[in-house]
């Protein structure tokens, strides 16, 4: 019986992965407001490996229209595939997204948007059908006249307010709230990280590139974790993660001819001794 209940409740295959994104595409033809609709991310590509989900892009031809293709697609959807669970989101007028969990645990992600409001966010897709005649237009001259990423407006993001975090974690290690300093530990990691991705032209966003990052950044970045919720611990990687925070603001100062990091990096470090001082009186 156990094993019968296992086999039931199976991963996804490829093969079962492909059948389910043909049903899906077969079904979007059918709709004649659809001008189009694109396979995005890894599936364009033939998709990264056995773990990867499906992501499409519904492109509606008139405006008018996008909200009712949406509404009405997601009783469809559940009509054609296994459904568990459906997230919906929406980003903004006639820009919305169904996240779908299907039987097997396959992810399917399905967006719909505008023809009119078509570009190309990422640099890897694949048009399933068109029937406008201007898709591939739209996402190959999109793509490449996309704005580059703006690293002093990112820098500063991140860099400013940094303080708040480096103090209140120290804080609520004195408050004895460990699990408070660790929240705050992980925004100072985190903004580490995203840094590094700024320098070093990776995307941080939901971590994508983070493990493409140089092994010697990874290995030193393991000083900012902890496996417990002991204060001394969480202490020592609080000073690791702000040291960490102000080098890479350097790196980017230096890029950006700033003084931001030099100046508030010595500070936060004086705070960071004061502390130890007052520990140790």
């Known amino acids: 019986m156990v094993g019968k209940n296992l086999k039931e409740m199976a991963l996804f295959s490829p093969e079962r992965r492909q059948e389910i994104l043909d049903r899906i595409l077969a079904a979007l033809r059918t709709d004649n407001r659809i001008a189009g609709v694109l396979v995005v991310g890894s599936g364009a590509v033939g998709f990264e490996d056995a773990y990867s989900d499906i992501d499409l ?14 509404r009405e697609w997601r009783a469809r959807i559940e009509e054609v595939l296994p459904v568990i669970h459906c997230l919906e989101v929406t980003y903004g007028p006639n820009n919305y997204l169904y996240a779908f969990l299907l039987d097997g645990f396959l992810e399917l992600d399905v967006g719909f948007l505008c023809l009119t409001n ?20 739209i996402m190959r001259s999109s793509w ?37 300093a660790l929240h705050y530990l992980e925004v100072i990691r985190n903004r580490t990280i995203e840094l590094a991705g700024l320098r070093m032209g990776l995307e941080t966003k939901h971590f994508r590139q ?72």
Do not use: C
């Open 57 to 70: 892009l519904v492109v509606v031809t008139a405006e008018d229209d996008v909200n009712a293709v949406f």
């Open 118 to 137: 078509l570009f190309a966010k990422r640099e890897r897709w694949k048009i399933a059908f068109d029937r406008s005649g201007k898709i591939e237009n």
């Open 144 to 180: 490449e006249k996309r704005a580059k990423p703006d690293i002093k407006d990112g820098y500063l993001s991140r860099i400013n307010g940094i303080w708040h975090y480096i103090i209140h974690g120290v804080v609520a290690l004195k408050r004895r709230q460990p699990w408070r």
């Open 210 to 281: 983070v493990d493409q990052m140089p092994n010697e950044f990874l290995t030193e970045l393991k000083q900012t974790l902890v496996s417990s919720t002991d204060t001394v611990d969480i202490m020592r990687a609080l000073k690791a993660a702000t040291m960490y925070f102000f080098r890479e603001a350097r790196f980017l100062d230096k890029m950006l001819g700033l003084n931001i990091g030099n100046k508030l990096g010595a500070k936060m470090e004086e705070y960071l001794k004061l502390i130890e001082n007052d520990e140790a009186d």
